[in-house]
Protein backbone atom coordinates (compact mmCIF):
# COMPACT_ATOMS: atom_id res chain seq x y z
CA UNK A 1 0.00 0.00 0.00
CA UNK A 2 1.15 2.77 -0.71
CA UNK A 3 2.51 5.83 1.89
CA UNK A 4 0.18 8.20 0.66
CA UNK A 5 -2.82 6.15 1.03
CA UNK A 6 -2.12 4.66 4.40
CA UNK A 7 -1.62 8.43 5.38
CA UNK A 8 -5.24 9.09 4.26
CA UNK A 9 -6.62 6.06 5.47
CA UNK A 10 -5.12 7.44 8.83
CA UNK A 11 -6.86 10.55 8.74
CA UNK A 12 -10.02 8.77 8.18
CA UNK A 13 -9.71 6.58 11.16
CA UNK A 14 -8.63 9.52 12.93
CA UNK A 15 -11.55 11.77 12.48
CA UNK A 16 -14.29 9.39 13.14
CA UNK A 17 -12.07 7.82 16.36
CA UNK A 18 -11.96 11.75 17.58
CA UNK A 19 -15.73 11.78 16.77
CA UNK A 20 -16.37 8.97 18.33
CA UNK A 21 -14.73 9.78 21.91
CA UNK A 22 -16.39 13.45 22.22
CA UNK A 23 -19.73 11.39 21.45
CA UNK A 24 -18.98 8.79 24.10
CA UNK A 25 -17.38 10.98 26.94
CA UNK A 26 -19.32 12.33 29.63
CA UNK A 27 -17.36 14.27 32.70
CA UNK A 28 -18.52 11.64 35.24
CA UNK A 29 -17.54 8.29 32.90
CA UNK A 30 -13.75 10.25 32.30
CA UNK A 31 -13.46 10.52 35.82
CA UNK A 32 -14.49 6.40 36.66
CA UNK A 33 -12.86 5.50 33.75
CA UNK A 34 -9.50 7.27 34.38
CA UNK A 35 -9.60 5.55 38.43
CA UNK A 36 -9.48 2.38 37.04
CA UNK A 37 -6.40 3.26 34.41
CA UNK A 38 -4.72 4.69 37.38
CA UNK A 39 -5.07 1.34 39.69
CA UNK A 40 -4.39 -1.42 36.36
CA UNK A 41 -1.38 1.26 35.94
CA UNK A 42 0.15 1.46 39.39
CA UNK A 43 -0.29 -2.51 40.26
CA UNK A 44 1.88 -3.08 37.35
CA UNK A 45 5.15 -4.10 38.07
CA UNK A 46 6.42 -2.17 35.59
CA UNK A 47 5.18 1.06 36.95
CA UNK A 48 6.35 -0.65 41.10
CA UNK A 49 9.86 -1.65 39.49
CA UNK A 50 10.51 2.26 37.70
CA UNK A 51 12.27 5.32 38.87
CA UNK A 52 11.78 7.62 36.05
CA UNK A 53 8.62 8.10 35.19
CA UNK A 54 7.39 10.41 31.47
CA UNK A 55 4.28 11.18 31.66
CA UNK A 56 2.06 14.13 30.06
CA UNK A 57 -1.03 15.97 30.91
CA UNK A 58 -4.10 14.80 29.33
CA UNK A 59 -6.40 16.65 27.82
CA UNK A 60 -9.74 16.53 28.14
CA UNK A 61 -10.57 13.38 25.54
CA UNK A 62 -8.06 11.41 27.54
CA UNK A 63 -7.42 9.63 30.40
CA UNK A 64 -7.12 11.57 33.46
CA UNK A 65 -3.42 11.55 34.31
CA UNK A 66 -3.74 13.89 37.46
CA UNK A 67 -3.46 10.49 39.55
CA UNK A 68 -0.56 9.34 38.48
CA UNK A 69 1.32 12.10 38.79
CA UNK A 70 0.42 12.78 42.22
CA UNK A 71 0.93 8.63 42.99
CA UNK A 72 4.65 9.15 41.23
CA UNK A 73 5.48 11.47 43.25
CA UNK A 74 4.31 10.30 46.80
CA UNK A 75 6.10 7.04 45.41
CA UNK A 76 9.64 9.28 45.36
CA UNK A 77 9.86 8.60 41.11
CA UNK A 78 11.13 11.07 39.38
CA UNK A 79 8.15 12.62 36.88
CA UNK A 80 9.16 14.08 33.32
CA UNK A 81 6.83 15.61 31.05
CA UNK A 82 7.05 16.18 27.60
CA UNK A 83 7.77 20.11 26.11
CA UNK A 84 7.06 20.42 21.93
CA UNK A 85 10.76 21.75 20.80
CA UNK A 86 10.06 22.43 16.70
CA UNK A 87 9.30 18.63 15.76
CA UNK A 88 10.74 16.78 18.88
CA UNK A 89 9.73 16.60 22.08
CA UNK A 90 11.78 17.15 25.18
CA UNK A 91 11.14 15.95 28.77
CA UNK A 92 11.96 17.86 32.02
CA UNK A 93 11.43 16.76 35.16
CA UNK A 94 8.18 18.20 37.18
CA UNK A 95 7.74 18.33 41.00
CA UNK A 96 4.86 19.90 41.03
CA UNK A 97 1.88 20.78 38.92
CA UNK A 98 2.86 24.72 38.96
CA UNK A 99 5.39 23.44 36.93
CA UNK A 100 3.07 23.46 34.01
CA UNK A 101 2.50 25.88 31.33
CA UNK A 102 -0.17 25.86 28.41
CA UNK A 103 2.04 25.78 25.40
CA UNK A 104 1.07 26.77 21.72
CA UNK A 105 -1.57 23.73 21.38
CA UNK A 106 -3.19 24.28 24.66
CA UNK A 107 -1.30 21.61 26.32
CA UNK A 108 0.39 22.06 29.42
CA UNK A 109 4.01 21.52 29.47
CA UNK A 110 6.84 22.23 31.61
CA UNK A 111 8.13 25.69 32.12
CA UNK A 112 11.60 26.52 30.29
CA UNK A 113 13.04 27.15 34.25
CA UNK A 114 12.87 23.14 34.88
CA UNK A 115 15.81 20.67 34.15
CA UNK A 116 15.62 18.47 31.01
CA UNK A 117 16.06 15.39 31.37
CA UNK A 118 18.25 12.53 29.56
CA UNK A 119 16.08 9.88 27.31
CA UNK A 120 18.81 7.32 28.78
CA UNK A 121 17.06 7.18 32.22
CA UNK A 122 13.47 7.02 31.14
CA UNK A 123 12.76 3.45 32.33
CA UNK A 124 8.41 3.83 31.82
CA UNK A 125 6.88 6.45 29.64
CA UNK A 126 2.99 6.80 29.05
CA UNK A 127 1.90 7.84 25.98
CA UNK A 128 -1.52 9.36 24.87
CA UNK A 129 -3.40 8.62 21.29
CA UNK A 130 -6.90 9.15 19.74
CA UNK A 131 -6.86 4.74 19.11
CA UNK A 132 -5.31 1.79 19.29
CA UNK A 133 -5.00 -1.82 18.58
CA UNK A 134 -4.26 -4.84 19.85
CA UNK A 135 -1.21 -5.20 18.24
CA UNK A 136 0.33 -1.94 19.93
CA UNK A 137 -0.51 0.23 17.54
CA UNK A 138 -1.26 3.64 18.21
CA UNK A 139 -3.28 6.60 16.30
CA UNK A 140 -1.58 9.71 17.34
CA UNK A 141 -2.47 13.22 16.99
CA UNK A 142 -0.88 13.11 13.15
CA UNK A 143 1.58 15.16 14.35
CA UNK A 144 4.32 12.53 14.94
CA UNK A 145 6.10 13.94 18.30
CA UNK A 146 5.75 10.88 20.04
CA UNK A 147 6.84 8.31 17.23
CA UNK A 148 9.97 10.60 16.35
CA UNK A 149 10.94 10.36 20.26
CA UNK A 150 10.15 6.88 21.01
CA UNK A 151 12.27 5.77 17.91
CA UNK A 152 15.20 7.17 20.11
CA UNK A 153 14.72 5.43 23.06
CA UNK A 154 16.10 1.95 24.39
CA UNK A 155 13.68 -1.42 23.33
CA UNK A 156 14.19 -1.42 27.74
CA UNK A 157 11.92 1.35 28.17
CA UNK A 158 8.68 0.20 28.40
CA UNK A 159 6.07 1.86 26.41
CA UNK A 160 2.33 2.54 28.04
CA UNK A 161 -0.56 3.35 26.02
CA UNK A 162 -3.45 4.86 28.34
CA UNK A 163 -6.80 4.83 26.45
CA UNK A 164 -10.62 4.31 26.80
CA UNK A 165 -11.79 0.77 25.92
CA UNK A 166 -14.12 2.33 23.29
CA UNK A 167 -10.59 3.98 21.44
CA UNK A 168 -10.08 0.38 20.29
CA UNK A 169 -10.39 -0.20 16.65
CA UNK A 170 -9.69 -3.82 14.87
CA UNK A 171 -6.72 -2.48 12.61
CA UNK A 172 -4.71 0.99 12.56
CA UNK A 173 -3.04 1.74 9.15
CA UNK A 174 0.31 1.88 10.17
CA UNK A 175 3.63 3.68 8.33
CA UNK A 176 6.78 2.92 8.28
CA UNK A 177 8.02 5.20 11.64
CA UNK A 178 5.26 3.86 13.45
CA UNK A 179 6.56 2.89 17.01
CA UNK A 180 4.35 0.10 18.88
CA UNK A 181 3.60 -0.23 22.48
CA UNK A 182 4.65 -2.65 24.85
CA UNK A 183 1.54 -2.15 26.83
CA UNK A 184 -2.17 -0.91 26.50
CA UNK A 185 -4.12 -0.08 29.72
CA UNK A 186 -7.88 0.70 29.75
CA UNK A 187 -10.59 1.24 32.30
CA UNK A 188 -11.39 -2.54 31.43
CA UNK A 189 -8.31 -4.22 30.86
CA UNK A 190 -4.63 -4.45 30.66
CA UNK A 191 -3.49 -5.52 26.75
CA UNK A 192 0.05 -6.88 26.59
CA UNK A 193 1.08 -6.72 22.67
CA UNK A 194 5.26 -7.24 22.86
Not at 11 to 32: A, H, N, Y
Not at 64 to 85: E, G, H, Q
Not at 143 to 162: A, H, K, M, N, Q
Amino acid sequence: MAVSSTYSLKQVQRRLLKSKVLGSLRPKDRITASMEITHRLCSHPVWQDSQVVALYSSLPSEPDTSDIFRLAKASKKTVLFPRVDTDYLRFFIVDKKEDLEKNFLNIMEPRLSCIEALAESIDLILIPGVGFDRQGHRLGRGLGFYDRFLSTLSPRVCRIGLFFSFQEIPKIYTEPHDQRLDLIITEKELIQTA
